[in-house]
C-alpha cells in the first residue's frame, strides 16, 4: 500500500513561518524524488519545491529564500520550512512522489500524491 500523508498546515499571520511534513509510506523511498505543489481552488496547480534523490533542490521563484525543502531517507519523511510567509502563500500544499521525473512542471508526472493540508495566511 502507498500513501504520502502530509501534516502542519494551519493558520497565521503575514510574517509567521510553519514546518509542514510529509509521511511517505513507499518503498524504496530513497529512489523517488519528492516534492510540494500547491493549488488554490480555481486556479493551476503549482510547483513550489522538489528535491532529488541526491539531494539537490529546485525551488519556485516565488518562495526562494523563504522556504527550505528537506528529506530524511531514514525516516521516509519529507519537510518544507516555510518563513516568512505571504498572503499569497495561501493554499492547499500537496506531497508527491515521481520515480522518474524530478521538477517543478509538469505535475502530471508524479506518481503519487497526498490529500493535502492546507495553508492560510492572514494580513
Known amino acids: 500500500q502507498v500513501q504520502l500523508v502530509e501534516s502542519g498546515g494551519g493558520s497565521v499571520q503575514a510574517g509567521g513561518s510553519l514546518r509542514l511534513s510529509c509521511a511517505a509510506s513507499?518503498?524504496?523511498?530513497?529512489?523517488?524524488?519528492m516534492g510540494w505543489f500547491r493549488q488554490v481552488l480555481g486556479k493551476e496547480r503549482e510547483g513550489v519545491a522538489v528535491?532529488?534523490?541526491?539531494?539537490?533542490?529546485t525551488y519556485a521563484d516565488s518562495v526562494n529564500g523563504r522556504f527550505t525543502i528537506s528529506r530524511a531517507n531514514a525516516k521516509s519523511s519529507l519537510y518544507l520550512q516555510m518563513n516568512s510567509l505571504k498572503p499569497e502563500d495561501t493554499a492547499m500544499y500537496y506531497c508527491?512522489?515521481?520515480?522518474?521525473?524530478?521538477?517543478?512542471?509538469?505535475?502530471?508526472?508524479?506518481?503519487?500524491w497526498g490529500k493535502g493540508t492546507q495553508v492560510t495566511v492572514s494580513s
Open positions: 508527491a512522489a515521481s520515480l522518474f521525473f524530478c521538477g517543478l512542471g509538469a505535475h502530471e508526472q508524479f506518481n503519487y
Open positions: 513507499i518503498y524504496p523511498y530513497g529512489s523517488y524524488c
Open positions: 528535491i532529488a534523490i541526491d539531494g539537490s533542490t
